[in-house]
């Protein structure tokens, strides 16, 4: 790296950093001044209210790094345009895509590193500051039961539970029907038990006491079960992460609850498609930079007030064309990884045609 790439380096990091903190200390003061009210009322503890922010920093980071990338940059390469630098630049014939490199290539790294942030680090962040909303701020109701819960084990046996006990791992109210084939579905079995627990030793659901019904070709034959082991695929953690707010999954967490909500029948699209775009919302790091970059290096009347208000519509345009797509995506059939990843192979074509037309 030579010394030119380090100091062009150096003001974008720096403008980077610098706009990543004022923006998060910018949404803290203003979520503060909006809830205090609550916070008096509930008369939270300093400490607590300290760590509750502390845990929002995650969230905040997850959001604003796309727009800190995008201010950074342009607040850079638009001082250096400002004192004549960028001009310097083009005398000693370096050429236009030499000087966007590095920027691209603090991009990258950091569309990685969020990646990680977001699908692992953030969502633990994000458990601590909900729990602090639910015990202080009673933001929702415990998690301690579920109710009304309904899975496809197979195509042709279904399970269902009146409610779930997550602190004791028991079912209440459970009934397993056998279907036989799927094309010319015929009740074979049943199972009806009060009760039915997850044993953690031999990680399968036990049913203590119940009666399976059994259809035989003259009359149905009615048996007491003690003690049985039940062939259900869904765990005790599978089924507590259906009551867990999405932030506070990771994305693996996140792929195998869509699962378990395809199990019980549910239509898992929207998900899917809000899964498939969080992978691909970190990337958006390398697309404004690969956009906002060569935008500020030119001149203009108007100087950084331009650039700025460039940024902000191209991140607004950003979002509207995310979501709109991710609405459509829902109704339509259209590949999911398609509908997630489309406004960012979108907006990357027209920052390889900016980066290809770019001039000093």
Not at 118 to 132: E, M, Q, S, Y
Not at 303 to 330: D, E, P, R
Request: charged content about 20%; some cysteine.
């Amino acid at each position: 790296m030579s010394i030119l790439d380090r100091y062009v380096l150096k003001q974008f990091v720096s403008s980077m950093v610098f706009a990543l903190l004022a923006l998060c200390a910018i949404f803290i003061v203003i979520d503060l001044l909006e809830h205090l009210g609550q916070f008096l009322d509930h008369q939270i503890p300093i400490q607590t209210l300290g760590m509750y922010y502390l845990a929002m920093l995650p969230y905040l980071c997850e959001v604003l790094d796309p727009v800190a990338l995008m201010l950074g940059g342009l607040f850079a390469v638009g001082r250096l345009s400002a004192s004549s630098e960028v001009t310097a630049m083009r005398s000693s014939g370096q050429h236009p895509v030499r000087f966007l490199m590095p920027f691209l290539v603090v991009a990258l790294m950091m569309s990685f590193a969020q990646t990680y942030f977001n699908g692992w680090v953030a969502p633990r962040a994000a458990t601590l500051r909900l729990d602090i909303e639910r015990e202080y701020l009673g933001s929702s109701e415990g998690r301690t039961s579920l109710n009304d819960l309904h899975f496809r084990e197979s195509p042709s046996r279904n399970l269902s539970m009146r409610r779930y006990d997550a602190e004791a791992r028991i079912a209440f109210a459970v009934s397993i029907e056998e279907y036989g084939s799927p094309a010319q579905p015929r009740i074979q079995w049943r199972i009806d038990a009060d009760t039915m627990r997850w044993d953690d030793a031999r990680s399968q659901w036990i049913i203590p006491n119940g009666l399976r019904r059994t259809r035989l070709p003259d009359r149905v034959l009615v048996e007491p079960i003690h003690n049985q082991s039940v062939e259900f695929s869904v765990r005790h953690d599978q089924i507590v992460r259906l009551q867990l707010n999405t932030d506070e999954m990771t994305f693996p967490e996140l792929a195998e609850n869509i699962e378990t909500l395809r199990k019980g029948g549910k239509d898992t699209r929207r998900q899917e498609i809000d899964l498939s775009g969080q992978w691909a919302f970190p990337f958006v790091n390398f697309v404004v930079v690969m956009i906002a970059i060569p935008f500020a290096a030119v001149r203009r009347r108007g100087g950084m007030a331009v650039n700025i208000a460039a940024a902000m519509i191209l991140a607004i345009t950003y979002i509207a064309f995310t979501k709109i797509s991710q609405a459509v995506g829902a109704v339509v059939d259209i590949p999911v990884d398609v509908v997630g990843w489309g406004a960012n192979v979108i907006f990357a074509l027209v920052g390889i045609v900016v980066t290809l037309r770019m001039r000093f």
